[in-house]
Each structure stands twice: as structure tokens, then as C-alpha cells.
């Protein structure tokens, strides 16, 4: 069983920066993927970036070049730093571990699809004020 406690959201202006924290407790396999997720009222929950064991990362195209997603296997936390803030940022952010998938091409893999993620955090919320 894997835990996952979200902290750091908060209040910021539109322009701001926020550091997302999570800590995980439970066995994360090496091939797991970490994530962090976000959902804005009325919205389905969107993958924001992801990260593999080796360090491969996928971001939303929206979030690109402003987020950076970071983790420490020695620690289990996963962290999102999040740099010029837009109104449209405002949500509720879920950090999760799911399982990676395999291909005899690629290796090991990961999905910023929610679905592919088994564990989930109880959120933090982030709003960002124009």
C-alpha cells in the first residue's frame, strides 16, 4: 500500500511561483511512475508532469518551460516547482504512482493519463489570482 500526502499549495498572483511537495510512504517498485495531476471545477483531471525512475519527464504543453518536476528516491518525495502562474493554473493538484508501462522497444514508459495511476494523494489547492 502506497501513501501520498500532498503540501505547499496556496494563494499567489498570476506571474508567482509555488512549490508542490509529496511524500510517499509504501514500497514504489523502480519502474513506478510519479506524477502530479490537477483538477479545476467542472474539469476532468489533467496529468501536469510526470517522472520515471530514471529521470524521464513528461509535461503538459501548457505547463512547459514554466514546471519542473523533481524527485528524491532516497527521500520518496516528489516536488513540482511551478514558475509564472496563470489564472488558469487554479485547482485542485493530486500527486499519484501508478505502474509503468512496458515496451520491447522503448523499455519502460509512462503515461500522463490518470487512469494509469493507482495511488492518489488527498490534493492541495492552488489558486492563482489575475
Known amino acids: 500500500q502506497v501513501e501520498l500526502v500532498e503540501s505547499g499549495g496556496g494563494s499567489v498572483q498570476a506571474g508567482g511561483s509555488l512549490t508542490l511537495s509529496c511524500a510517499a510512504s509504501?514500497?514504489?517498485?523502480?519502474?513506478?511512475?510519479m506524477g502530479w495531476f490537477r483538477q479545476a471545477p467542472g474539469k476532468e483531471r489533467e496529468g501536469v508532469a510526470v517522472i520515471q525512475s530514471d529521470g524521464s519527464t513528461l509535461y503538459a504543453d501548457s505547463v512547459k518551460g514554466r514546471f519542473t518536476i523533481s524527485q528524491d528516491n532516497t527521500k520518496n518525495t516528489l516536488s513540482l516547482q511551478m514558475n509564472s502562474l496563470k489564472s488558469e493554473g487554479t485547482a485542485m493538484y493530486y500527486c499519484?504512482?501508478?505502474?509503468?508501462?512496458?515496451?520491447?522497444?522503448?523499455?519502460?514508459?509512462?503515461?500522463?493519463?490518470?487512469?494509469?495511476?493507482?495511488?492518489w494523494g488527498q490534493g492541495t489547492q492552488v489558486t492563482v489570482s489575475s
Open positions: 509504501g514500497y514504489i517498485y523502480s519502474s513506478n511512475c
Open positions: 499519484a504512482v501508478g505502474n509503468a508501462y512496458f515496451s520491447a522497444f522503448t523499455g519502460y514508459y509512462c503515461l500522463r493519463a490518470a487512469s494509469a495511476y493507482e495511488y
